[in-house]
């Protein structure tokens, strides 16, 4: 059983180990959390408010477990991952479901074009990722601006009565209970405790949010804080301003005064040539290429909800998650005592 190393966390010993976790992924998630990872999967949901039409990239989607409950309203969704494996079962698992594409990609090189889609979510996935800021980033370049991005992920519970039998249950019982289900998962089981243990906690994740130029940014606890939702707002654009003194009535054309896209684009925004280069294959199901239509700048929207989902590697304890909050816009917001 190939066990990747928690501190480097290299592509294809990840990639080899969900690979050969697959078959059996979903079980032992549902095993492990007790059934929770179906709840935080809802709340997850609901922290991106799919809507028919809506082209969302569901990244690290393995399976497509989490994919699948985004498309229920009509939404498009495209579920990248690196794992040959996990997506060849996810395949499989919703053959039947034409709004799930299946694209093989890895999350800090998206072989999609800028602004082209409407959302992006990762459920798990982050966290093993070998570089989640430059994952971060490219969530950032493919997102539309005024878009959400919302991260659901295993964190720390802030209270010290749940944090130690929490980690008594990571190192010891869950790799356990995940060998029983699958002797060769325990070596994957117990690379994802420590991954869990190494993870940033939820203060330090909403900075990373910040600092890769999304706006807005908060995060929810869910199950005391074993799970967090973090969500972000790709900024809009400043709408381009006209300047009386630089263009006189007189010499006032209709090209002028419209800008293009990519220049109202901030810096921070901007990608250089070589990184849009798409490091991952596409797999033949991934025939459908987002079409790019860059959006010009518009007034801020209100913000909308995070909320979290399961992993795979879920040892946790069952809690159900806490209902959404809803925000002026009726979309789900994170709960104010977890909200920064
Ligand atoms: C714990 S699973 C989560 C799967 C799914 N999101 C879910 O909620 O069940 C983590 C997934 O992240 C994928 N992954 C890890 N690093 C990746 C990367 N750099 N690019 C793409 N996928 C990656 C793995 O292949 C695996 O399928």
Known sequence: MTRADTATKHAADVSAMFDEVSPRYDLINDVLTVGNDRLWRIATTRAIAPRKGMRILDLAAGTGTSSAALTAQGAHVVAADFSRGMLE?????????DLIEFVQADATALPFEDDSFDAATISYGLRNVADPRAALAEMRRV?????????????????????GPYAFYGRHVLPRIAGVINRDAAEAYRYLNESIEAWPQQAELAAWLREAGFERVAYRNLT?????????????????????????????????????????????????????????????????QPAVAKQPAAANKPAAAAQPAADPSAGSKPKPADPAHTSGDGRPEPSTGDTQ
């Open 224 to 288: 005391f804080g074993i799970v967090a939702l973090h969500r972000g707002f790709v900024p809009h654009r400043p709408a381009p301003v006209e300047s009386p003194a630089k263009q006189p009535a007189a010499k006032k054309e209709p090209a002028a005064a419209k800008k293009p896209a990519a220049a109202n684009k901030p810096a921070a925004a901007k990608k250089p040539a070589a990184a849009k280069k798409p490091a991952a294959k596409k797999e033949p199901a991934a025939a459908k």
């Open 89 to 97: 079962e996810g395949r499989r698992r919703h053959a039947g479901n």
């Open 143 to 163: 997102v539309k601006p005024g878009g959400r991005v919302v991260i659901a992920e295993f964190s720390t519970p802030p209270s010290a009565i749940v944090r």
